[in-house]
């Protein structure tokens, strides 16, 4: 299996040299150059596996330079019973009112972003090797929360890499800055900025494009990679919890193999729902996928209309992981949309770039409506899908999950649709306690570790082990800096 860029398919690459390169030197993002298809028979086959099975059989489809046994390695130390509290990994649970929730939050962090950034590390040293890279990867990532806990555990003390990560000192929540404040390994470092996620982001990327520091590091054997999601070795894990869902709910006879079912996705930089519609192109028997925004609506918007248009007000939510005007891997899916046509590529991302805006054609509108389907909420309705969800079900879900359970909703209202339908949960309620508990009417003005107390009492449940844990671990990181300051961070880092 090869690998193109999405804005220039002459540019082909194994899988290790995407992995290990991240970015196409155009600006693209890389795509395998087909969709493997499942063989007849292989769900049926892939019913009687568990996860770690799965995983390596799908993944196989797509790593041609990664040998079975190495694969498999990889596997079975990212997903192992050591970092996810579940022998399950990715369990589907179904509510007393019958709805399905795949949880994706078992991992070390409590976050869906675990289920790729566990196993990324493996893929980024091994291609490292496969590509004859000799410096030390240093990771670089700008964070509105999730990922970079999940980079900096995937990460941590990981031989030939290091990791630096940067949040907005003020746009996150109690108990995700003390889980970074508090990460070990003596290969990582945290850094809040004085600014917002895009001052962040901006910063990592204004170092990554600087060639004078790139060579300044190189003579210190190091170079710089990202652990976002455009990189095909964050993408790929996800496809296997799609598959791994649907074959869960025919082995529990909830569905008979070839039923096609819908799933729901809260959505922000489109990778989560991305991962599933590459699920569908390989056969997996989906109808609809439902894209659930809040009140950052850009990509509900996009879907019903065809224009992507960034120039909105930005709106700091519930749901900050999902509070994007840019989506990056949306570009992929312009790919396949246009029958993969690049030049229409680079020219919807050239008019993104001078303009903020882009229209697809005719005939784009109507192959992303043929497959997707879309909805937006509001914090308050948010809140009220977690109140209803928890006093009907005893069931408890995050913010981020609500979002996507209130769009659902709102879908069945109007079509009227009985088509089975998944919510794929993506975080922990206990990582945003503060906002659960005021969903539930609970007072919340108290620290974060507190609040993770609080919301077990309210809940009649235990927070996972790693969040509990937190109020006894040592604050190691401290330091913050002015946005325009971030380079010398980086730089002392490396020295
Ligand atoms: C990252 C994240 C999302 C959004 O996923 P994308 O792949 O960016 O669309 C949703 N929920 C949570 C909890 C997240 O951390």
Redesign the pocket.
Same mark, same amino acid.
């Given at each position: 299996m090869k690998y193109q860029s999405t804005r220039d398919k002459n540019v082909l690459l194994s899988a290790s040299e995407a992995i290990a390169r991240g970015l196409s030197r155009d600006g693209g993002l890389f795509v395998p150059v087909s969709f493997p298809k499942l063989p007849a028979g292989a769900l049926q086959e892939m019913c009687s596996m568990n996860y770690q099975q799965r995983a390596v059989y799908i993944m196989n489809m797509y790593l041609s330079d990664f040998p079975l046994a190495e694969l498999t390695d990889y596997v079975s130390r990212a997903y192992s019973p050591k970092s996810f509290n579940t022998p399950s990994i990715a369990p589907v649970r179904k509510t007393d009112d019958g709805t399905f929730f795949l949880e994706l939050w078992h991992g070390p962090t409590c @976050? *869906?972003?675990d289920m790729a950034l566990q196993i990324l590390p493996y893929f980024m040293t091994a291609s490292m090797t496969k590509t004859g890279e000799e410096r030390t990867v240093c990771i670089l990532v700008a964070t509105s929360?999730? +990922?970079g806990k999940a980079a900096l555990e995937g990460f941590c003390d990981v031989p030939r890499t290091k990791i630096m990560v940067f949040y907005p000192k003020d746009g996150i929540s109690d108990v995700q800055k003390l889980q970074m404040m508090s990460q070990s390994g003596d290969n990582v470092s945290v850094c809040a900025v004085e600014g917002n996620f895009d001052d962040a982001q901006t910063g990592v990327k204004k170092i990554f494009s600087d060639p004078a520091f790139r060579d300044k590091i190189a003579e210190r054997g190091y170079f710089l990679s990202s652990a976002n =999601?455009i990189n095909w070795g964050r993408l790929l894990p996800q496809i296997v919890y799609y598959i791994s869902a649907y074959c869960d709910l025919v082995a529990k006879k909830e569905i008979q193999i070839g039923d096609k079912i819908d799933f729901c996705v809260? +959505?922000? !930089? *489109?990778? &989560?729902?991305l991962a599933g519609y590459y699920a569908l192109r390989m056969g997996l028997p989906v109808r609809k996928l439902i894209c659930a925004s809040n009140s950052n609506d850009v990509l509900t918007e996009f879907i019903r209309t065809g224009i992507y248009d960034k120039n909105r007000r930005f709106y700091a939510t519930i %749901?900050p %992981?999902?509070d994007?005007l840019v =989506?990056s !891997?949306l570009e992929r899916l312009l790919f396949e949309l246009s029958g993969r046509d690049d030049e229409a590529v680079r020219g919807y991302m050239d008019s993104l770039s001078r303009t903020g805006r882009y229209e697809v054609s005719d005939d784009m509108k109507a192959a992303l409506r043929e497959t997707f389907e879309c909805g937006s909420c509001s914090d308050e309705e948010t809140k009220a899908a977690i109140a209803g969800m928890f006093e009907n079900n005893h069931y408890l879900i &995050?913010t981020?999950t609500a979002v996507a359970l209130r769009v659902l909703e709102d879908f069945r209202k109007t079509a009227g649709n009985k088509t089975p339908c998944v919510v794929v949960s +993506? @975080?922990s309620p206990f990582k945003f306690c503060d906002s659960v508990l005021s969903a539930l009417g609970r007072d919340t003005d108290a620290p974060g570790t507190q609040l993770i107390e609080k919301l077990e009492e309210v809940a009649g449940a235990e927070a996972p082990l790693p969040l509990k844990t937190l109020k006894t671990k040592r604050i190691r990181f401290t330091e913050s800096v002015g946005k325009t300051d971030m380079q010398g961070v980086v730089d002392a880092f490396l020295s």
């Open positions: @976050a *869906f972003k929360g999730d +990922t =999601s809260p +959505t922000g !930089n *489109f990778g &989560d729902i %749901s %992981s999902m994007i =989506s !891997n &995050d981020h +993506t @975080a």
